[in-house]
C-alpha cells in the first residue's frame, strides 16, 4: 500500500532513499537542495532502519565516502547542486572507473562559478559528457517531477547494481523545491549482510575468508589491462543504450513540429504545446527521461515527419547539439532556453518556436546555403 | 488555460506579499485542500534571495487534470498582500479574472476594468479577532468566497494536513479566520479611486 503526500522534490527524493532500502546517504549542504540532508537528519533513518546519514567536512569528503561505501556493496546515495558536484567530479570518475554502483543527485542551479542559487540546466555537458576525466559515462536519469524524484531512486539503484556503475538524478531546483502530491513506495528491507555477500562476493569488499582477495581500484598501469577495462566499460554503456533507454512522447503522433526538453523545461514546454494547440499549431514534444542513454533513433525517425525541431533547456544550449546529432541536419534544429536563473514561461518558448521554427521552418538547409553564398 | 473538456476545472492561482505574511503557507493549504479532493496540485515558491526581508510570492495551481508547467506567465487569481507585489502581478491576471487583495499598506490601487477586483480586510480582521497571524486565513476564505473551488471541510482537512502537531489545536481558530474572510469580502470598484494617469 501505497502513502499519498504533499512534499517538495528534495524531500520526496530523501524519503525515497530511506523507503528503497539505502544503506548510507554522504553529503554537504549547499542550495537549492539541502531539505534533501535536513529530511534526512530530521527523519532519524539510523532508527527507521539503520540507515546512516552523514554530513561530510566537504563535497570531496562525501563523494570518497560514497567511494568506500559503495565498495563494499552497500546501497550509497550522495547530492549536491552544481558547484557541489564539480567538486565530486574526481570521486565520480573514480567510482566510474573502479565500476562501483553509486547514486548521485544533482540539483542543478545556475552557473558559471558560485552563479546563482535559482534553477538551471547548465550542467548537461557535465553530466553527459563526462565531467570528470576519462572515457567513461554516466546513466543520467532526469525527473520532471516531484513524483519521478521518488521514482527515480530506486530504479537508480536498481541501474546501479545491475551495471556496477554510477547513476546521476540530474534534477534542478525547480523540480527540487516545487511541492506536489507524491505517492510514495513502500518501505523496502536492506539488504542483510549475508545476502549481499551471496549477491556481490565476486566483486565487493566483504571480506576475503574463503576466496581470492577482490581489489576495488580504477588505477591500471598495465596498459593492455586498462585498455581492456575501458572497453568493458564501453560495453556497458552500449548495454545501457539496448536495454534501458527511457523517453516520453507527448502529442507527437500528428506533430508537424517537435519541441525537445527535460526535466523541468519539459513541464514547461507542455504547457506550451498546449497552447500551440489551442492555435491550431501541431506541436509535439519529445522528452528524454533517460539524458544518457539518449533517444538518437527516436529524433532521427521523428526527423522523417516533422518542419523543424526546438531544443528548450534552462541553459545557453548544450542538449541541442545531441539533437542536431540525432537528427543529422534533415530538418532546422534550434535552441531556446534562459539563463541566470530566470525560467522561461510557456509563452516564451511558444513563442521562439513561431520565430526560431516555424517562421524559418519551409527554408531547407540548402537553401540557408544559397543565400549565405550570395 | 482553459480545457478542451467543459467538465473539467483548473485554476491557476499567485500569493504574493512580504515573506512571514503567510503566503507560502496559504499556497500549501490551498495544494493540500485540492489533494482532499482527488484533484491534481503544485505548488512553486520563490526560494532564496527574495525571500529573506523582501517579497515571497508562490504559484499554486490545482486542477483535475495532469498539470504541465508548475511555472507561469499569466494566473486565473491573483492573490495580493503588498504593493511591490500589486506592481508586479495585477498585469498578470488573465481577462475576465480574479484579483483579490487585502487594502492595508497599499498606496496605488489596482486599475484594471478587465478583472474582478476584490478587497478583504485580511490584516485588520485578523487584529480584531486578537491575532494578527490568522490574516492568511481571513483572505484564504475571502477567496474561497468569491471562487468556491474548495469545500470549506476540504480546506480544514487540507488545514490539518499542513499544520505541524503542535499547531493542531488552532484549527478551530483558523476555521473562524477562514468564515470570517467568507463574510467580509467586498467588490472593488476601479472608477471610484483610480488615479488620473
Known amino acids: 500500500m501505497s502513502e499519498l503526500k504533499l512534499m517538495k522534490g528534495n524531500e520526496a527524493l530523501a524519503e525515497a532513499a530511506i523507503r528503497a532500502g539505502a544503506d548510507a546517504y554522504f553529503g554537504y549542504p549547499i542550495t537549492p537542495q539541502s531539505e534533501v540532508i535536513e529530511y534526512l537528519m530530521a527523519q532519524r533513518p539510523e532508527k527507521r532502519t539503520g540507515m546512516v546519514v552523514l554530513q561530510a567536512e566537504s563535497e570531496v569528503a562525501a563523494i570518497n565516502m560514497v567511494y568506500g561505501a559503495a565498495s563494499t556493496g552497500k546501497r550509497v546515495m550522495t547530492s549536491s547542486s552544481s558547484p557541489g558536484i564539480s ?85 534542478d531546483g525547480l523540480i527540487g523545491q516545487m511541492m506536489e502530491k507524491v505517492n510514495l513506495k513502500d518501505q523496502k528491507p536492506r539488504m542483510k549482510d549475508e545476502e549481499l555477500i551471496k549477491r556481490y562476493n565476486h566483486w565487493a569488499v566483504t571480506g576475503k575468508k574463503g576466496r581470492e582477495r577482490n581489489i576495488i581500484t580504477s588505477l591500471d598501469l598495465q596498459s593492455e589491462k586498462m585498455e581492456a577495462r575501458v572497453r568493458r566499460l564501453m560495453k556497458k554503456y552500449k548495454q545501457m543504450e539496448e536495454e534501458d533507454l527511457r523517453f516520453e512522447k507527448i502529442n507527437c503522433d500528428d506533430a508537424e513540429y517537435l519541441i525537445v526538453a527535460y ?112 | 488555460m482553459e480545457n478542451l473538456n467543459n467538465n473539467t476545472m483548473t485554476e491557476e492561482i499567485i500569493i504574493a506579499g512580504f515573506g512571514g ?139 490539518k494536513k499542513s499544520l505541524p502537531e503542535r499547531y493542531q489545536h488552532l484549527i478551530p481558530l483558523n476555521k473562524d479566520a477562514i468564515t470570517t474572510g467568507m463574510n467580509n469580502v467586498t467588490l472593488f470598484k476601479v472608477s471610484e479611486k483610480a488615479p488620473l494617469s
Do not use: C
Open chain 1, 87 to 171: 567538486l565530486k567530479l574526481e570521486g565520480i570518475s573514480y567510482l566510474a572507473g573502479a565500476e562501483l554502483p553509486a547514486v548521485i543527485v544533482n540539483v542543478v542551479r545556475g552557473g558559471p562559478g558560485l552563479g546563482t542559487i535559482q534553477p538551471s540546466q547548465a550542467d548537461y555537458f557535465q553530466s553527459v559528457k563526462g565531467g570528470g576525466h576519462g572515457d567513461y559515462k554516466l546513466y543520467v536519469l532526469a525527473p520532471a517531477s516531484v513524483q519521478e524524484m521518488s521514482d527515480f531512486v530506486e530504479d537508480a539503484f536498481d541501474i546501479a547494481f545491475k551495471y556496477r556503475a554510477p547513476v546521476l538524478i540530474l534534477s
Open chain 2, 21 to 159: 505574511q503567510g503566503v507560502l503557507s496559504m499556497g500549501k493549504i490551498l495544494a493540500y485542500s485540492g489533494i482532499m479532493q482527488d484533484q491534481e496540485v503544485s505548488w512553486m515558491p520563490s526560494y532564496g534571495p527574495e525571500m529573506r526581508g523582501g517579497t515571497a510570492n508562490v504559484t499554486v495551481i490545482i486542477s483535475d487534470d495532469r498539470i504541465s508547467s508548475p511555472y507561469l506567465k499569466v494566473y486565473d487569481t491573483a492573490i495580493i498582500l503588498n504593493q511591490q507585489s500589486m506592481d508586479k502581478f495585477e498585469e498578470t491576471v488573465k481577462p475576465g479574472g480574479i484579483l483579490i487583495y487585502d487594502p492595508n499598506g497599499i498606496t496605488h490601487h489596482p486599475t484594471r476594468t478587465d478583472i474582478k477586483i476584490y478587497q478583504i480586510e485580511g490584516n485588520k480582521l485578523a487584529n480584531e479577532m486578537g491575532n494578527r497571524k490568522i490574516s492568511n486565513m481571513v483572505i484564504l476564505g475571502g477567496y474561497l468566497k468569491v471562487k468556491p473551488i474548495m469545500k470549506l471541510d476540504n480546506v480544514i482537512e487540507g488545514l
Open chain 1, 263 to 374: 526535466g523541468s523545461s519539459a513541464r514547461i514546454a507542455q504547457k506550451a504545446v498546449e497552447l500551440a494547440r489551442d492555435k491550431g499549431i501541431k506541436v509535439g514534444l519529445l522528452r528524454p527521461i533517460t539524458l544518457f542513454p539518449y533517444p538518437k533513433q527516436q529524433l532521427f525517425e521523428l526527423a522523417d515527419q516533422v518542419k523543424g525541431i526546438l531544443s528548450v533547456e534552462l541553459n545557453a544550449g548544450q542538449m541541442v547539439e545531441d539533437v542536431k546529432l540525432a537528427v543529422q541536419h534533415k530538418v532546422p534544429v534550434e535552441h531556446f532556453g534562459r539563463t541566470g536563473g530566470i525560467i522561461h514561461t510557456p509563452e516564451e518558448i511558444l513563442e521562439a518556436l513561431e520565430q526560431k521554427i516555424i517562421k524559418n521552418g519551409s527554408i531547407r538547409h540548402h537553401k540557408t546555403r544559397e543565400s549565405s553564398i550570395l
